[in-house]
């Protein structure tokens, strides 16, 4: 049997065994053929291409294990403002981008702004806004995608007044007459949502578009996607499994749509939906906010803020009786837990479920893991859960200084967050994402944040706990191999060997080498140089 392609190098990385190797991958039709030593020359033949990469890492596919896909594509669609240092700026760069410009809806829509990035620190109002859009909606989502900030117009299509109770699981911001300040947090963002985030389907199929075509660049063939936001789930079924019909998702899609929604429709849509590139892989809901604005449940109160331990926010109550209906049948579950709190809960309700009903095949997972007990680390190990995690998160300021984690828990819980090596030695595996749009689906910076535990200031030296660093190897098993398994799909994905779809990235350059000759500053400018996605090149070359 000859190869469709055949690509050689000197640092092969297969997510197999734990080192670069120098050989080739052979490619034909949408499965690997053969992986090994040598050049290869016995898988060439005359319709060959042969792709020389030498001096680059050939891998499997990164597999972001935790973004929000619909939204990830609105990130690559609209006006980004992470970089904004104040709420002036923000609205600044929404006239510049909505000058003269058309984009999708009459919304207009923005991401990435954050309070604590500006140097005043003050939460924006709808005032600044007004100014300058008083005849469209604006909705700009805030970095944690927790909390919304909107203007005059956005608040009364919603319905938004002065005498609007906030939902159970939410807050309406308010000024000192009462009045709704613009800003919406937790649950209250989906009382604008669900009329922003509206689409018609071609203008869905278009950010699903934006999306692939980022996430290839990025060398991204899988993705799971966690659908549930406060007004339902985001991304249509139907519309993901009509364009693999057709042959247009260059990026696996593995979707966890809402737990408390009807599990036996979500049973029928996983048989429905089944294909090589659309599972329906899991159910998955939010057990709590974030520990920034004090909504993770924590087992101690937080340490700026005695007495509180966190906003409740969601109904602890019935998502602990749908893990088990979900185990039962067979759905894996995805619980997001950022406080040690909430992290225990959701170890108890997996606990509970397999005490009664057995282990039934199904890989739970408890998203983002930002503070666990230490005594509920082992739990993990022993109830075969797999911790999912996005490293990017702990460097969510750009300065050691300025990160809030050591303001809001305190300096000793915050020198236990993201116990990224403890998890990998109790669970085995360990699923990296991004969470994207929170932050940039990039990889590379996942990497880098994860091997190094610097913020971008370079501080702390050392990295923050550092002895829960990983290595290169372990960071790039995680992104493929250990994404997979939480996928169930580690027999078809995940690494480089024979029999497996032909999900290959070249990168453009040798990680490994890299690091050694120029530390870990090379990883983070790394990119992508190739994607293939199931024998495809879709993106370079």
Request: proline share 6%; net charge negative.
């Amino acid at each position: 049997m000859k190869a469709d392609i055949l690509i050689i190098s000197d640092a092969i990385f297969d997510s197999v065994i734990g080192e670069p190797f120098d050989g080739y991958v052979a490619v034909k039709g949408e499965r690997i053929a053969a992986v090994g030593k040598g050049d290869g020359a016995d898988m060439k033949g005359e319709g060959t291409r042969v792709i020389d990469a030498r001096g680059s890492t050939v891998m499997p596919g990164f597999h972001d294990s935790h973004t929000h896909l619909l939204m990830s594509g609105m990130y690559a669609t609209y006006p980004d403002l992470s970089k904004c240092r104040s709420e002036e700026e923000c609205v600044d760069t929404m006239i510049s981008a909505y000058s003269g410009s058309s984009f999708p809806g009459s919304w207009v829509i923005g991401f990435g702004w954050y309070h604590v990035f500006w140097d005043d620190r003050a939460m924006p109002t709808f005032e600044s806004l007004d100014r300058y859009f008083h005849d469209r909606p604006v909705m700009l989502l805030n970095a944690e995608a927790h909390g919304v900030w909107v203007n005059s117009m956005a608040l009364e299509i919603a319905g938004i007044g002065p005498s609007t109770p906030p939902p159970p699981d939410g807050e309406i911001l308010r000024l000192s007459d009462g009045r709704p300040s613009g800003v919406l947090l937790e649950g209250a963002c989906g009382l604008v949502t669900r009329h922003a985030y509206s689409f018609a389907p071609e203008e869905e199929r278009g950010l699903i578009r934006a999306f692939m075509r980022k996430a290839s660049s990025y060398g991204i063939t899988s993705v799971g996607d966690v659908m549930p936001y406060f007004h339902g789930n985001m991304g249509n079924l139907s519309i993901y499994s009509a364009m693999g019909r057709s042959g247009e998702l260059d990026v696996r899609i593995h979707a966890a749509p809402d737990l408390l929604g009807d599990l036996d429709e979500t049973l029928e849509w996983q048989r429905e939906y089944a294909s090589d590139y659309l599972r329906i892989s899991h159910v998955k809901q939010f057990l709590d906010g974030v520990s920034t604005t004090h909504t993770a449940l924590l087992l101690e109160p937080y340490a700026d803020d005695p007495g509180n331990t966190g906003t409740l926010l969601f109904p602890l109550k019935g998502i602990g009786k749908a893990v088990p209906e979900a185990h039962r049948r067979g759905l894996s579950v995805r619980l997001h837990a950022c406080g040690d709190a909430s992290a225990r809960f959701a170890l108890d309700c997996y606990e509970k479920a397999i005490e009664a009903y057995g282990a039934s095949g199904c890989r739970h997972t408890v998203e983002h893991c930002e503070l666990i007990a230490p005594g509920d680390i082992a739990r993990f190990g022993k109830l075969g859960v797999l911790p999912s995690v996005q490293p990017e998160h702990m460097a969510i300021t750009r300065t050691f200084a300025g990160n809030p984690y050591r303001i809001t828990m305190g300096e000793e819980r915050a020198e236990r967050t993201w116990p990224l090596r403890s998890l990998l030695k109790s669970a085995g595996h360990i699923a990296i994402g991004s969470d994207c749009p929170v932050v940039d689906n990039n990889p590379f910076i996942e990497i880098y944040r994860g091997i190094t535990r610097l913020h971008d200031d370079g501080e702390p030296s050392g990295g923050w706990n550092p002895a829960e660093r990983l290595t290169m190897p372990e960071m790039l098993h995680s992104y493929t191999m250990g994404s997979a398994w939480c996928a169930l799909r580690e027999d078809e994905l995940g690494s480089l060997e024979p029999g497996k779809f032909a999900d290959i990235v070249v990168l453009d350059r040798d990680l490994f080498a890299a690091m050694r000759a120029e530390g870990a500053e090379a990883v983070k400018s790394a990119r992508a140089a190739m994607t293939i996605s199931g024998g495809r090149i879709v993106y370079g070359g």
